[in-house]
């Protein structure tokens, strides 16, 4: 018989399938082109497949025969609430702080997520954080994103 040896490989398996076969919907509705012309469905559709692929190995590694079915813990919502809380932080501060505080934003509110870490390395990994999106975005990319906040004057 079947079971479900490790429900949270399984059910995180079943997320990464039902949003992949999402992406995989709603990028069929754009042209896909080709690997050298490739079309706006492109991108997606590609992508939803490979998760769909992820989710199937995750999912079918948490099948396995034998004994033994573990329980998911309690749900607690705290972390869930503070990662989109930080997530939806960003991005409201983001137009008008710009990317160095909104970062570290990010950091600090989804750091109230899973308390244990210590407020050094808190900072030390925004401040990594920070430093990488501004070279590849502002630098790099030359993504036109607001530096320092508005009021300083970049």
């Known amino acids: 018989m079947m079971r479900i040896r490790d429900p949270r490989d399984f059910w995180s398996g079943v997320l990464c399938i039902a949003a992949g076969l999402g992406a995989v919907v709603m990028g069929r509705r754009y042209e896909f082109g080709t690997a050298a012309a490739m079309g706006p469905g492109y991108f997606p559709t590609i992508l939803g497949a490979l998760l769909v692929a992820l989710g ?5 590694r948490a099948l396995r025969r034998g004994h033994g079915q573990s329980a998911l813990g309690a749900f607690r919502p705290r972390p869930l609430v503070m990662v989109l809380a930080s997530i939806v932080a960003f991005g409201v501060a983001l137009p008008k702080l710009g990317l160095v505080v909104a ?10 997520a899973a308390p244990g870490f ?13 430093a990488l999106c501004s070279a590849v975005f502002v630098w790099g990319l030359k993504v036109p994103m607001l530096l320092w906040p508005a009021f300083l004057g970049q």
Request: aromatic share 8%; glycine share 8%.
């Open 118 to 130: 210590r407020w050094l390395e808190v900072l030390v990994f925004g401040a990594a954080l920070t």
């Open 56 to 60: 199937l190995v995750a999912s079918g």
């Open 103 to 112: 970062s570290m934003l990010l950091v600090v509110v989804s750091r109230l």
